[in-house]
């Protein structure tokens, strides 16, 4: 079974500030995702990678599949990056579902 | 945002009666999964299904039936709820391994 570990777990930060969460995983992996969920409740699929580094707007994720470890980072941070993202893994091509993290509770204060 | 919707969004039940959640997409996905989702335990997988009448079990299966009578319906089945079981409840599609879209949930609470 694949270990999840996502750090830190509540982040606090300012306006604008560069934000960085990370993930690291016990077993190797066809994929990494990272999702964003917001207060409401809703789940949004951010990014599927599975090497390398992908943008989106201020959102950038990377893999580092020999060190079993991601990151993603939010550049000029702004309130309504406020969610819990989590991350996520999926093992021989991901058609039995994913093993997901515990979150990490981002709160970006004006 | 993709086509899909959970039934009920809200459900109070008591201890021992039967319950079933339907998931419904529109996209022609074939993978299906059902999520729970509890404080200090995140999100972990119920069941899944690769296609019509094909489903497995996930990480959290004991006390939990599904059912995949036809592409767009998926049915998560609690037989006799439990308090254990209070949850709020995803379904998620896939159309091949890629990018899993979610539903909006549904909140269970067993009294």
């Known amino acids: 079974k694949n270990e999840v570990e996502q750090s830190p777990q509540n982040l606090t930060a300012q306006e604008g500030e560069f934000i960085t969460i990370n993930c690291s995983y016990s077993?190797?992996?066809?994929?990494l995702h990272w999702l964003q969920q917001h207060p409401g409740g809703g789940i949004v699929s951010l990014f599927m990678?599975?090497?390398g580094k992908k943008k989106h707007g201020r959102l950038i994720a990377t893999i580092n599949i020999q060190e079993k470890h991601s990151s993603l980072h939010i550049t000029a941070s702004h309130p309504r990056d406020s969610a819990v993202y989590i991350c996520?893994?999926?093992?021989?091509?991901?058609?039995?579902?994913?093993?997901f993290g515990k979150g990490t509770h981002l709160i970006i204060q004006p | 945002d993709a086509g899909i919707t959970q039934s009920p969004r809200h459900k109070v039940t008591e201890t021992g009666t039967p319950v079933t959640l339907r998931c419904h997409q529109t996209?022609?996905?074939?993978?299906m999964y059902w999520y729970r989702q509890d404080p200090g335990h995140g999100l972990r997988l119920i069941h899944y299904?690769?296609?019509?009448?094909?489903?497995d079990k996930g990480e959290v299966s004991d006390g939990y039936s599904v059912s995949r009578s036809k592409t767009e319906d998926f049915l998560l089945t609690l037989e006799s709820a439990t308090s254990s079981q209070t949850s709020v409840y995803f379904c998620?599609?896939?159309?091949?391994?890629?990018?899993?879209?979610f539903g909006p949930g549904t909140r269970l609470l067993v009294l």
């Open positions: 990678l599975s090497s």
């Open positions: 299904s690769y296609g019509v009448k094909d489903t």
């Open positions: 996520a893994v999926e093992e021989g091509g991901g058609a039995d579902g994913l093993t």
């Open positions: 077993v190797g992996i066809s994929a």
């Open positions: 996209e022609n996905h074939r993978y």
């Open positions: 998620a599609i896939s159309h091949t391994q890629e990018t899993q879209y």
